[in-house]
Each structure stands twice: as C-alpha cells, then as structure tokens.
C-alpha cells in the first residue's frame, strides 16, 4: 500500500523542505518537482510529523503547487522527491459558463475530480486553449468545495483522454497537442482513441485465448455473403464500424418456413421498427437507401438469453488498477425494450443487477463466466493496441447455452447503467481506479522510462 502525504506550506520563504525521517532515511535528495516543474532546495526530517511534507511559500510559488488539503503520493528518483502525481484530463467542448465549464458533461467531470483525496493526486480538466507553450504551464480546471476554479499549474505527469467523440479525436490540432506531450515532453497519455468495431475483432482473432467469445463478424461485402450467414445463423446484426450508443443497428431475420426476411431497427424519429420483405435486395433499398454499407459490419446473430421474452445482454466494465493490473470495476444486465434491436436505455431498455435477474447461483455462476471473459478481452486487447489503456466498456451476451459473447468493447464507456442505485459504489470504484491508474504510471514514467517511451 503507497503512502499518502500531505502537503503543508510554511509561510516562509526558505528553500527548504521538511519531510517524514523515513522517507529520507539512508537517502541523497536534493531537488522538489511537482508535475513538470523542479527546483533545487534543502531537506531536512521533520521530528514530529511522519504523514505530511512541508514547503515554505517560496517552493510552493516557484513549482505552482495549488495550495489544498488532497494527500498525494511520494516518488524518489535521482535524488528529486516528485509529489503527485499531477493528472491532467484532456477533452473539448468547453464553454464561456463558470457553472457549467464544460456543459452537459460538467457532472461527469466534476464527479470523476471528487475522488482526488482518496486516490492520492491532484487532478484537473483542460483543453487545447488552456496551454501555454512557452511557459510550459496549463490554465487548469480544478473541483473544489464544491466549486469550479482555474488554477496554473506546470504540465502534468500523466494524460488521461477524456475526449468527447470521434469528432474531435480526429481534429488536427487535438491529435498535435498529444503528439507534443507524449514525444516532446514524454507525458504518458492513456484511454487515447474510440475503438473501430472490425479492427478489434481482427486483433483479437489473433489470439486463442479468446476466439471463442467472438462472433463471426465481417465488413459488408455483398448480399450473397448475408444470405450465407443467415442461413448459417437465422439472423444477422448490421452495424457501423465506428457507431456508439446503440445507432445505427440494424437486426436482419430470416424466416425459412415462408422464405420472408424481417428488419428490425430504430427509425430517425427514435421508433422502433420490425418491417418484412419478400426479398434481401428490397429490404436493404428500402431500409439502407441513403446509408453507406463499406462502413457497415455484419455480425452472426446470437440467441440471447430472454427475460420476459425480451434479450438480455450485459455490459461489464473493467480497469487497472494503482498496480496497474486490470480488475472487473462494474457488471450490469441491460434488457431491451419492446420490440428494440439494442438494449440501450433510449430504446426503452432496463438497466437490473445480475441478482435482480437471476436466482442467486445463476447469478454467481454468470458474474463468473462474465468476468473471466472480461478479463481475459481485456488482457488480450492491451496487448494488440497501441498506446496505454486503462479502462474499457464491454457488451456481452449469455447465449441460450450458456456461452459467453463479446459484441463491442468501448474505449471510453458509457455510464448509463450506475444510474441503477444498487450500482452506485462501481460508480465511485471506476472512477477511483481511473485516476488510480495514473499513480502507476507515474511511478512507471520515473522509475522505467525506458520501458514507457520504447
């Protein structure tokens, strides 16, 4: 278990630090950094006090240290003592509003800045505006009591991408700002990217460990290759390469008694819609007239296990850890709505516990089987993507058998279902871990550089 600390400012101006005896027990330092910023002062062990270091005012201006009660982490590296670790969040979308800084997903980030006391790190939101090249200093957004305030602060040990939508991932300046911090400044930078569905799918073919939670899934490549699966499967499910929130999805059924294909999807007005056409061709000129299909995957049709003969399928979150190892953080089943494709909440879909849905040894024996899957999709993923990932969202399904199957895995997971007041506590637990994750690679960025930048 690391140590916490608090971090005292004396009113003086003296280049000194006192600090725990132990910490700098048998030890030479003689430099104080606080995320990109340093300076060279005296240390000395403070006789009385082994939970807090102290700086005088003069440190805490010349390395911009936000003056707070947050407890934080120590880490010693060639004779620099590094308190921290600073995180900074990354995102777009900010507005002119003190209130509300960064709109509707305000809530969001001022909940994920809550844990910082408990994590150990002090945490804060920016965007591309808010940096200042020359100074190497940030223009922060700070939570406290309960309040918004910007604060300058040196650029941060660790990145977390907190960006809002593929849109802005792909914006130029966006994609420049993390290239300059992670290749000029050696900043890890984790969670960066939305998932492309098939792209994932092809990595993990790669690895036998967990083929056998994948469908089969194709890009759309012509009628005759859906008229195969659907004969091989009964149905198929149509979606976008890069679509998010359930849009999109398209369930295509064959009925072999009367040879009719069924279409069942969610119109522009948010209804849902099952249509039937005599034919494969007519269904896709009158549900896919004005859609792209080289953006489309095909994707074997899986029999789900039924509530109330509506599908069920679950989504299971998954994090590293302060050790950065990866830990089951939330599981939840989603039942879709009448007569929806998805089992989104938009869709008229349930969120329940997996206790609420099963009797209490199914239960146990399907959070099993769920979280193994999880787990071993997330191993298999962090080893096959470039970059640092931290956190991902994955939907799976129970087949009628028993069987575990993954259908999307998510960079950057939706939080709708710790609407669910028995999922509160994995609410608070992702977003600990989230930050947590950033102690880890700070330690990993001082103590193994080599092995973080290679």
Excluded at 133 to 145: A, C, L, P, S, V
Excluded at 199 to 213: F, K, N
Aim: include cysteine.
């Amino acid at each position: 278990m690391r140590k916490h600390y608090l971090i005292e400012v004396a009113q003086n101006d003296q280049l000194i630090v006192f600090c725990p005896p132990k910490l700098l027990q048998g030890k030479k330092i003689k430099r104080i950094a606080f995320g990109s910023k340093s300076m060279e002062v005296e240390f000395y062990p403070h006789p009385d006090k082994d939970d807090r270091i102290v700086i005088s005012r003069k440190i805490q201006e010349t390395i911009q240290y936000p003056y707070s009660r947050v407890p934080l982490h120590a880490f010693l590296e060639d004779e620099v003592l590094y308190i921290g670790p600073l995180v900074g969040i990354f995102t777009a979308g900010f507005t002119s509003y003190p209130e509300q800084p960064i709109g509707e997903r305000t809530l969001f980030f001022a909940k994920l800045l809550s844990v910082n006391r408990s994590v150990g790190a002090h945490a804060f939101v920016f965007g591309e505006q808010h940096i200042n090249w020359e100074q190497g200093t940030i223009e922060g957004y700070f939570f406290h009591d309960n309040a918004w305030q910007t604060v300058e602060v040196p650029f941060p040990n660790v990145v977390y991408d907190r960006l809002p939508n593929r849109k802005s991932e792909e914006n130029p300046k966006l994609i420049k700002v993390r290239n300059r911090l992670q290749k000029e400044y050696l900043i890890p930078w984790y969670n960066p990217g939305f998932f492309n569905k098939l792209d994932i799918y092809e990595r993990l073919l790669q690895d036998s460990s967990v083929t056998a939670y994948l469908p089969e899934t194709y890009p759309f490549t012509s009628f005759s290759s859906i008229e195969n699966m659907l004969s091989k499967f009964g149905h198929v499910v149509i979606k976008p390469k890069n679509g998010s929130l359930g849009h999109g999805v398209h369930q295509i059924i064959f009925d072999k008694h009367t040879n009719d294909y069924y279409c069942r999807y969610q119109d522009e007005t948010g209804t849902n819609r099952l249509r039937k056409y005599s034919s494969l061709e007519r269904l896709f000129q009158s549900v896919f007239a004005t859609q792209s299909l080289d953006r489309m995957i095909v994707q074997q049709g899986i029999h789900l296990l039924r509530i109330e003969q509506r599908p069920v399928d679950f989504r299971v979150h998954t994090n590293k850890d302060e050790h950065g190892e990866w830990q089951i953080t939330a599981i939840a089943g989603k039942i879709a709505g009448q007569g929806s494709v998805t089992t989104h909440a938009r869709s008229g879909g349930e969120i329940k516990t997996v206790g609420e849905i099963f009797p209490n040894e199914e239960a146990k024996n399907f959070s099993e089987k769920l979280s193994k899957a999880a787990l071993l999709l997330s191993k298999a993923l962090d080893h096959t993507i470039e970059g640092i990932i931290g956190e991902i969202g994955f939907d799976l399904g129970i087949d009628r058998n028993g069987d575990v199957w993954l259908f999307e895995a998510n960079s950057k997971p939706g939080r709708s279902i710790f609407s669910h007041p028995e999922l509160k506590e994995f609410d608070l637990l992702t977003r600990k871990l989230s930050i947590a994750f950033a102690v880890f690679l700070t330690e990993q960025s001082l103590l193994h550089p080599e092995e973080m930048f290679k």
